[in-house]
């Protein structure tokens, strides 16, 4: 992937609020709009002030915003909660006005002060979550309330509402994310790290940084990423069974941290959870961990101190020990049906990590469709995907025309191998999978949960696609 900054990069998070704009006006019907001049629905001013009320309950939800249609008297309040599993916030659009991020069961009060009477748009704005769902008006009544308080609301009322859906544009805008994948983006995640020192006893050592940094998500969408060594996801890890490994982590974020080695046999006291094993590493200061790599691995490490903040902005990578094929081993022979050559040489080892949850939202390896990275294979080759699941949510990843063998379990090799079009990958999981490129032509690759991978702009979250040459 290039490394080339488009322009319209720093217009990110204007693009962001445009975009949702078009979601709107694309998924039509979900727009109940008070105009004078649509007739769509009575106008606010009909209703006195005193009859809406001062103080509303909105509930968040995978994907929801409930009540859709939000009525509150001028200079009232929204008690927001958030009754899902993942982050969800509410924000008013046009307005400046939002909650802050709430974790599940978190609630929030939002006073909306001398916000003017009219109807706005309010969303979820983790990346999304709008287009799977998360999206409603919100009418303030009270005073001149016939007035729309924003234009671009009063707009698709009129071109797009109900049954004047513009089809041609939803074809259009899907025909746009095909066109543009796979589209360069700022930098990529997964790069092998190399020990940047092996020791005279043979010890690799390896160095993260845990920081917060501008992340190019799909092109020209910049977020606030925090991660490890400047990328989503952090660099892999890779050594051999045996190995004796130091990790030195730093601190540049500005809360403290920990290292969790998921999935990787270490010393008690070098699991990362703080302060139950460790104390926290606090900011600006560094910890080493160290631990003899005695087992075959398919791990990850993040943090484990609020995971539930930084694994979803980022906060991840994959920790590989040992070879496929030996340490962990495939089968070879007839499985279901169909043959697996002994002699296979596997020409690419690719962590694919889920994310769906926190600032980069539904996510491949830390991009969004059309910015996620295409697997480039030879027809005949024969490739490994680790499927890693970071986030809040399941993902039945599907891969179209070649099957998937599934031959390891968070990288316990399996007794009975299996072939799935379609492998489900809960949070925390780790499958392993051997796919045959047998048929040229460009494969899709995306999550079955088809809102996790198509809005109404078109194609985008987790969804990339095996081209094979
Ligand atoms: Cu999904």
Redesign the pocket.
């Given at each position: 992937m290039a490394t080339k900054m488009t322009e319209e990069a720093t217009m990110g998070t204007i693009a962001t609020v445009v975009l949702a704009a078009i979601a709107m006006v694309l998924s039509g019907g979900a727009l109940i709009v008070a105009s004078t001049s649509s007739g769509a629905a009575p106008p606010p001013a009909e209703q006195a002030a005193d009859e809406a009320p001062a103080t509303v309950q909105v509930t968040l939800s995978e994907f929801d915003v409930v009540p859709g249609a939000i009525e509150v008297a001028a200079g009232g309040s929204l008690e927001v909660t958030n009754a899902g599993s993942s982050e969800h916030d509410l924000a008013i659009v046009d307005a400046d006005l939002g909650t802050p991020m709430l974790g599940a069961g978190e609630s929030a009060s939002l006073s909306l002060g001398d916000l003017a009477p009219g109807v706005y748009e309010v969303l979820c704005t983790v990346p999304g979550h709008d287009s799977s769902g998360m999206t409603g008006t919100l009418t303030v009544h009270g005073g001149d309330a016939t007035t729309l308080a924003s234009d671009a609301v009063d707009a698709e009322d009129h071109s797009d509402h109900g049954d004047d859906t513009d089809w041609e544009a939803l074809d259009a805008a899907m025909a746009a994310t095909f066109a543009a994948f796979p589209a360069e983006t700022a930098a990529h995640g997964n790069e092998m790290l190399e020990p940047e020192e092996v020791l005279e006893d043979g010890t690799k050592v390896f160095r993260l940084v845990a920081s917060i940094f501008e992340w190019e998500l799909e092109p020209g969408l910049m977020v606030e990423g925090w991660g490890y060594n400047g990328t989503i996801p952090g660099p892999v890890i890779k050594v051999d069974v045996g190995d004796r490994v130091q990790v030195i982590v730093e601190n540049e974020l500005p809360m403290g941290t920990d290292v969790h080695w998921h999935g990787v046999r270490v010393p008690n006291d070098q699991d990362g959870v703080a302060p139950l094993t460790q104390d926290l590493i606090a900011p600006g200061e560094s910890f080493t961990y160290e631990f003899t790599a005695d087992e075959p691995a398919v791990g990850m490490y993040h943090p484990h101190n609020h995971g539930q903040k930084k694994l979803p902005n980022g906060m991840f990578g994959a920790f590989l020990i040992g070879d496929v094929g030996t340490d962990i081993p495939y089968p070879s022979g007839t499985v279901g049906g169909r043959d697996i050559p002994e002699d296979i040489d596997i020409v690419a080892e690719i962590p694919m990590i889920l994310n769906?949850a926190g600032t980069i939202g539904l996510s491949l390896n830390g991009k969004s469709f059309p910015a996620t990275e295409p697997i480039v294979v030879d027809q005949d080759d024969w490739i490994v995907i680790h499927y890693y699941n970071e986030g809040l949510?399941i993902?039945p990843m599907h891969l179209h025309q070649m099957p998937q063998l599934v031959f390891a379990k968070d990288g316990f090799p399996l007794d009975a191998p299996q072939w799935e079009d379609t492998v489900n990958v809960a949070p925390g999981e780790r499958f392993s999978v051997l796919v045959h490129a047998s048929d040229p032509g460009v494969w899709v690759l995306h999550?079955h949960?088809l809102t996790?991978a198509e809005r109404a702009e078109g194609m985008f979250g987790?969804v990339t696609a095996m081209i094979v040459e």
């Open positions: 769906d949510q993902h999550c949960i996790h987790m």
